[in-house]
């Protein structure tokens, strides 16, 4: 089982396609948090490509400058994972026990799970209270061990300890719970808008109705500049933040991104304001008023998937612990 050793404090790293970011929060009385270190490093578009690591070693000493450059003493590392190798995937089951649940889910995911399901560790996260129905239903969460493993052992190789992997949707849904009031059934989107991936998780108050990843980002409006005015991917992103570069001023580049931002305004309509499938919608009823589970000290929890250093023997096959269940 994964448990923090001395704190639960722990330094969030978001490994991007073109930055690291770290932060270190402190946890207040009261539940609130204060901002202890904040970090950003740029990482050359080389060194993760689609959601791959590419160049684990430049990875790794990015990683490495922002410990020095921060002096992060925390050894404790939490980080998160999207895109392709992530399979997120509500399901309905017949009601049963929390125990009956545990040991069916390797089972049960098998039938959901486009990968060998000994490829892939899972964690999963009951969203109606057992008793409370015939079924329930269960958010279930699958993410390719080797993607894990290529994420965790960067991390590793700073010294850190990998202690959790999340997953971007949920995570940013995290955070967007601890810092807003979540309204009853309030519907909004949360957008994160990266370099290639966007992840998209449209809520109800504080369920998740529907998530998406979708690729595209920042990325694409640097090749939109880079393309148009004959320029390098680097003089292209610095004219894009504004910078000015040879000849070109900022004001040159923006009908270029205009234009760009209107198709990726189609793209994020038609991937999510489009009416949804028959699938999606009876999906969408079964998800009315399904909450996401607390755990005791009532902090909302997300599917997250625990790499675990040790893992339970389940059956002859590596099965993930869920941290804090609840
Ligand atoms: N000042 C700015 N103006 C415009 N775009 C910016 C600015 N600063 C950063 N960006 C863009 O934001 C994107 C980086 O965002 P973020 O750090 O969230 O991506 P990432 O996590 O590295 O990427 P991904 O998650 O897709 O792998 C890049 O495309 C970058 O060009
Ligand atoms: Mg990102």
Redesign the pocket.
Known sequence: MVFFSKSKNVVGL?I????V?LVELKEKKGGAFSLVKLG?ER?SPEA?VD?SIMDSSMVVETISKLNSEKAIKNSNYATSL?GHSVIIKKITLPAMSPEELSESIQWEAEQYIPFDINDVNLDYVPLTQPGSGDNIDVILVAVKKEKINDYTSVISQTGKVPVLVDV?AFAVQNAYETNYDVEDGKVLALV???????NVNVLSGGSSLFWRDITF???Q??DAIQRELSLSFDQA?EL???HSVADYTIQQVIPILRRRASQDARLLHRDVGRRPRRRDRSRRRRLRGAQPRRHPAGQVRHPRVDHGPVPEDHGGRERVQSRGAG
Not at 192 to 198: E, L, Q
């Open positions: 978001d991007g396609s073109s930055a970011k950003l990482l993760i959601g999207s971007d994160n808008i990266g370099a290639s991936v966007t980002g920042g990325n409006y640097t992103e894009k933040r504004g």
